[in-house]
């Protein structure tokens, strides 16, 4: 069985400073990695993904992840926020032939002006 | 041009009647998929097909029923419609790669289904 644990429901940064959005997976074998971003009453969108290689990934809109294989950790990260970062994010997983993919119970990133 | 297409974007519908979902990828993708989010924006894997071919089928009550005419449309039919089946449903798709392995996952836009 695989599983995603997001520990944070929410998530508040003061516009320009850093942010971190956790996830913590559970998978057999080895993981397939992906975070999107769902803003509202819209659909989600795909932000980056890990498969293999370099432990930092880097996507879309200036985000970036770090895969800790041994922490079985892939949080999400920014170095510096914006106010229309603000969305819900959610961290997935599957285990490449395992077609299902797991999602966590989602951040909602608030980023204030 | 829309990647991953959803109609309708919203249904309003009574308890009992039976509705249509209907979805369309362009992507060239051979794997399409059904999730359901909650009120509480938990996501939960439906459906897949692979051309075609049911491949997940999570525990789903037989009201629903997907049925996939080709690789490129999935759609999601629901008889009897009840109180809790209201939610958002998302359609998806993606392409398997060398090994069996799976890509990313591209989202529609959801459809908000209310059953009054």
Redesign the interface.
Known sequence: AQSVAQPEDQVNVAEGNPLTVKCTYSVSGNP?L?W?V?YPN?????LL?YITGDNLVKGSYGFEAEFNKSQTSFHLKKPSALVSDSA?Y?CAV?S??A?????G??TQLTVLP | DTAVSQTPKYLVTQMGNDKSIKCEQNLGHDTMYWYKQDSKKFLKIMFSYNNKELIINETVPNRFSPKSPDKAHLNLHINSLELGDSAVYFCASSQVVRGGNTDTQYFGPGTRLTVL
């Open positions: 397939y992906f999107y769902q819209r659909g989600l969108q795909f993904k819900l959610f599957h490449g032939s077609r299902q993919l797991t999602f119970s989602g």
